[in-house]
């Protein structure tokens, strides 16, 4: 049923084009596995062997604290609707800000979102599909508006004192990769 392959193809691609719902995992040596689910218009197929995602603003700042110890990423799209498939993405990935130069360079891939917060650069190592048969159909309605809501109504200067109150330490109590 599952099929590896060493990176994406034409019809993968795709399907992560029409994908509003995508999930992602990394962890460290030790410590909580972080499983994390994103949406909006935040992920963009660079290449067969590269992809990249808008992290916004939330409530905690894992994914970017586990990348700074340990590079390894998963990533997963499932098919709610049409014809079953899960598709996993294993790689290694980077965090970077508005203040390096790969911000500048890939964030005109996506369309502005209040609370930008980091680009995380990932390199596709392995791509795993498999079946889907046990994911459910769903019908989707549309994207939640309440994240960009709350990031526009704080502004900068609010994201800033927010992010330093609570995206500064991980549930495991290491600094994390934050801007400030």
Not at 140 to 158: F, I
Request: glycine share 8%; proline share 3%; hydrophobic share 40%.
């Amino acid at each position: 049923m599952g099929k590896r392959m060493s990176r994406l193809t034409p019809r993968l691609i795709n399907f992560i084009k029409n994908q509003r719902l995508f999930f992602v995992a990394t962890a460290m040596q030790d410590g909580h596995i972080n499983l994390s689910p994103k949406g909006l218009d935040s992920f963009k197929v660079i290449n067969e062997n590269r992809v990249i995602w808008l992290n916004l603003t939330g409530s905690g700042n894992e994914t970017a604290t586990h990348l700074l110890y340990n590079e390894r990423m998963t990533l997963m799209f499932c098919a709610f609707e049409g014809p079953p498939m899960i598709l996993r993405l294993y790689g290694s990935a980077k965090v970077y800000h508005q203040y390096d130069d790969l911000w500048e360079e890939n964030i005109g891939f996506f369309p502005e979102i209040a609370g930008a917060r980091q680009l995380i650069d990932m390199q596709v190592e392995l791509v795993q599909v498999s079946c889907g048969f046990g994911v459910p159909l769903m019908d989707y309605k549309q994207q939640r508006k309440e994240l960009a809501a709350w990031a526009e109504e704080r502004g900068e200067e609010g994201l800033k004192e927010y992010r330093e109150k609570k995206n500064t330490i991980s549930l495991d109590g290491h600094t994390t990769n934050v801007i400030k």
